[in-house]
Structure formats: structure tokens, C-alpha cells
């Protein structure tokens, strides 16, 4: 009588609706999680380095690696923008121990040198 109950866990096909309800969540996840990504990673950064860096500093930082002088282009401020924001690492530094160990200017080095070693094609 097992079989008679056990219900099928197969998708008709590719194109049925069960497929494209599934890779319709699968992209949303997706979508939600670079959403959030981009949005946490300046707080989960500055919350492990311990210092502050705005992107004017960043941009100065890159141009000081490859000997350029790029100029930011500034736009109006939008709805929603955070102006500034900065983590403390006093409480992973008192319960866990945690110092930085690679200072801001010699990572971003180390990430402009990564992608320079890369061939033209595969830079983005």
C-alpha cells in the first residue's frame, strides 16, 4: 500500500510551472542576498579593520597604487543614502582577542595586484 501513497518527486520537465516556480525563488534568493551583500559589506569590513575609511579615501588609495589620478564624480544625494557609518571592534577585540593584522592600504594593494595579474579578458 506504500507505493499507492508516496507522492511523485520528479518535475514534469524543465519548462513546467513547478520548474520555473523554483528557479523564479532561486533567483530571488539570489537577488536578495547581493541586495544584501552590497549593503552589509562597508559595515562588516570597517567592523574587522577597526578603522574607518571613506571612498574618497579608496579612490585616493587606488590612484596611489597605479600611479593615476582619477577624479570621483559626485552626484546628488538620493533618498535613503547613509552618509556615514562605522563599526567598533572593541567588543570582538575584548571577548575574542581579534587585532587586524593587514592594515587598509596594504589590502587594497594586494586586491588592485590580484586583479592587475589577471589577464585583460578576465578583468571586470
Known sequence: RMPLLESESELDSLVSR??????NNVLLVGA?????LGTMFPVISEAFRGTKVTV????AGINRILGKNVKPTYAPRRAGDVMHSHADI???RKVLGYEPVVPF????????EFFMARSPQDRL
Open 105 to 112: 592600504e596594504e589590502g587594497l594593494k594586494r586586491t588592485v
Open 18 to 23: 513547478e520548474s520555473s516556480f523554483l528557479l
Open 32 to 36: 536578495a542576498l547581493a541586495v544584501f
Open 56 to 59: 574618497n579615501e579608496v579612490i
Open 90 to 92: 572593541s567588543l570582538a
